[in-house]
């Protein structure tokens, strides 16, 4: 009998290793679980990519056998990252194109451009990220230059908001553009009877058309490279505002091969074909793609005047932006997506944009509800429309590093009372108790630890202003957290399913060589991902 007692124990412990089998333990960590209670805890268990236990190391280890274990030393632990507004193709799309951000003057854009063309000498030139409110004058750019160097190769290049471009001759000239040429929602600038190339918000579409399509090549390099830069940012779900439906099944593919692992929320783009495609279809839902809504446009950008406004701009006389559809359509679109039960998700900026579209989604909503419709943006409001966004439970989606970009130059668009009602995420939070947060990569940065930053702290990367811009609006570290995990998952209709550390959610976690809700303010922009996880599989770590 005392010779089977080794064999007898050898089988005990053997089935208990069996019973408790675990893939992954993360251990010795700050884990801000921000679950309803905003726990901490210093351990979780990963398995078949889901987190199945949370608690204490000891406890953890006592009960579970894990194939993997992480020491994580003390360092903070997060549920994934969500961006609740970007524009991920495009983003990675554009990392194939001239990067024109930061630059300095229309001379840089020029020189940089001439030198991209010298090492690619084919084709379209196409380029983004330009912003006039960077140079000497802030005035929009001529294409006379780049009439001289290029007078046959046709060049676009987008503004880094999106909502404006300037084309050189060549290129509007394949779109048969003539001075003095009009379109509802947009502008196509002429000059003394002459065309300056500038084309903004509807009219960007006269020369877009004309652009070749992409090659299959280049959409997989687009998804390809951009979840890479995101995940080395700490993003595990991204929201891809306003694609069209034939990219649904391209992004299905790839992430059925394993070659796309990031989870994407996309919203489908206004036009008939992507209604007729969901109407038919119903919500496509998987594990890593959700498409359920509807992104619509309601007016343009406040850096490049497209924005609607209730009054004229203060740097503009007699110019109040425009609406890029006319309110009939607005309408329809909300009464079609209520009937047959789809999100809606609104950009709004000006006051009268938003305006509008808090008055048709009171129409439409009639009162509290959880339809969880969206404005994005929410940029600048009359303080008497705030309260539209609680007494119809409708979700502000916004970008804290809009407010600190834009705050050098905002003022001189709105004057100094608009102002103060202009990038009040406080004050929208208060509405519903919660808010979801993105940056609208690629006209931010896609980091969202500058997210984080700019929603705490309200100063840019550089520390200015001293002491924050408009921080009566700043929200608090737990919000701001709150706002780029669980809550962006809510706006989603995901939130029983990540956003946070709990158990039957998936194991989409990141670890931060600094602890976001403890170092000090200035430190924060400077905090590194060091690891992410989707499902339990580590998708980037630090080299």
């Given at each position: 009998m005392r010779k089977l007692w080794p064999i007898l124990l050898l089988l005990l412990v053997a089935c208990k290793q069996k019973e408790y089998n675990a893939d992954l333990l993360v251990k010795n960590a700050v884990v801000y679980t921000v679950d309803s209670a905003f726990t901490t805890a210093e351990a979780f268990i990963v398995n078949s990519g889901k987190i199945i236990a949370v608690g204490k190391t000891d406890s953890l280890e006592e009960k579970y056998q894990a194939r993997e274990v992480i020491d994580a030393e003390g360092m903070a632990v997060y549920p994934g990252f969500i961006d609740a507004h970007a524009h991920f193709y495009e983003y990675g799309m554009g990392l194939q194109q001239v990067n024109l951000k930061g630059i300095k003057s229309w001379a840089g854009v020029v020189d940089t451009v001439k030198a991209y063309a010298e090492k690619n000498p084919d084709g379209w030139?196409?380029?983004?990220?330009?912003?006039?409110?960077?140079?000497?004058?802030?005035?929009?750019?001529?294409?006379?230059?780049?009439?001289?160097?290029?007078?046959?190769?046709?060049?676009?290049?987008?503004?880094?908001?999106?909502?404006?471009?300037?084309?050189?001759?060549?290129?509007?000239?394949?779109?048969?553009?003539?001075?003095?040429?009009?379109?509802?929602?947009?502008?196509?600038?002429?000059?003394?009877?002459?065309?300056?190339?500038?084309?903004?918000?509807?009219?960007?579409?006269?020369?877009?058309?004309?652009?070749?399509?992409?090659?299959?090549?280049?959409?997989?390099?687009?998804?390809?490279?951009?979840?890479?830069?995101?995940?080395?940012?700490?993003?595990?779900?991204?929201?891809?505002?306003?694609?069209?439906?034939?990219?649904?099944?391209?992004?299905?593919?790839?992430?059925?091969?394993?070659?796309?692992?990031?989870?994407?929320?996309?919203?489908?783009?206004?036009?008939?074909?992507?209604?007729?495609?969901?109407?038919?279809?119903?919500v496509y839902k998987t594990p890593r793609l959700d498409?359920?809504?509807?992104?619509?446009?309601?007016?343009?950008?406040?850096?490049?005047?497209?924005?609607?406004?209730?009054?004229?701009?203060?740097?503009?006389?007699?110019?109040?932006?425009?609406?890029?559809?006319?309110?009939?359509?607005?309408?329809?679109?909300?009464?079609?997506?209520?009937?047959?039960?789809?999100?809606?998700?609104?950009?709004?900026?000006?006051?009268?944009?938003?305006?509008?579209?808090?008055?048709?989604?009171?129409?439409?909503?009639?009162?509290?509800?959880?339809?969880?419709?969206?404005?994005?943006?929410?940029?600048?409001?009359?303080?008497?429309?705030?309260?539209?966004?609680?007494?119809?439970?409708?979700?502000?989606?916004?970008?804290?590093?809009?407010?600190?970009?834009?705050?050098?130059?905002?003022?001189?668009?709105?004057?100094?009372?608009?102002?103060?009602?202009?990038?009040?995420?406080?004050?929208?939070?208060?509405?519903?108790?919660?808010?979801?947060?993105?940056?609208?990569?690629?006209?931010?940065?896609i980091n969202p630890v500058y997210t984080f930053y700019a929603a705490v702290v309200r100063k840019d990367l550089k520390g200015f202003p001293a002491n924050g811009f408009q921080t009566e609006n700043a929200l608090t570290r737990i919000e701001a957290l709150r706002g780029m995990t669980i809550w962006a998952a809510k706006a989603n209709f995901e939130e029983k399913e990540k956003g946070s550390i709990e158990p039957g959610k998936y194991a989409d976690f990141v670890i931060t060589d600094e602890d976001l809700m403890k170092v000090g303010p200035s430190k924060l922009p400077k905090i590194s991902v060091l690891k992410t996880f989707i499902n339990g599989e580590k998708v980037y770590e630090k080299k």
């Open positions: 030139i196409i380029g983004n990220g330009w912003d006039q409110n960077l140079w000497e004058g802030k005035k929009f750019p001529d294409k006379a230059k780049l009439d001289s160097l290029f007078p046959v190769r046709p060049v676009v290049l987008t503004r880094v908001d999106g909502h404006a471009i300037i084309a050189n001759q060549a290129a509007l000239n394949i779109a048969g553009i003539k001075p003095g040429q009009t379109i509802a929602g947009g502008e196509v600038e002429t000059v003394n009877g002459k065309l300056t190339g500038m084309l903004v918000d509807n009219a960007k579409g006269f020369v877009l058309r004309k652009i070749p399509d992409p090659t299959e090549q280049m959409i997989q390099s687009a998804f390809l490279s951009a979840q890479s830069n995101c995940f080395a940012v700490g993003l595990t779900t991204v929201d891809d505002c306003g694609l069209p439906y034939t990219m649904v099944g391209t992004i299905a593919e790839l992430q059925h091969k394993g070659d796309l692992k990031m989870r994407l929320y996309v919203m489908l783009a206004d036009r008939q074909e992507n209604y007729d495609y969901l109407f038919k279809r119903g498409v359920r809504g509807f992104k619509v446009y309601a007016d343009g950008a406040l850096g490049s005047r497209g924005a609607c406004l209730l009054q004229p701009y203060a740097d503009q006389k007699n110019w109040k932006g425009f609406l890029l559809s006319n309110q009939k359509h607005l309408e329809e679109v909300a009464k079609i997506l209520a009937a047959k039960g789809f999100q809606l998700s609104t950009h709004a900026i000006g006051d009268s944009a938003n305006r509008v579209m808090l008055k048709i989604y009171a129409g439409v909503l009639k009162g509290k509800n959880d339809r969880r419709w969206r404005i994005e943006h929410a940029q600048v409001l009359s303080p008497d429309d705030i309260s539209y966004f609680g007494n119809y439970s409708i979700i502000p989606s916004v970008q804290p590093t809009h407010a600190t970009s834009d705050m050098y130059w905002a003022g001189q668009r709105l004057g100094s009372k608009r102002l103060k009602s202009a990038y009040a995420y406080k004050q929208l939070l208060q509405q519903n108790g919660w808010i979801a947060l993105g940056t609208d990569f690629p006209v931010e940065n």
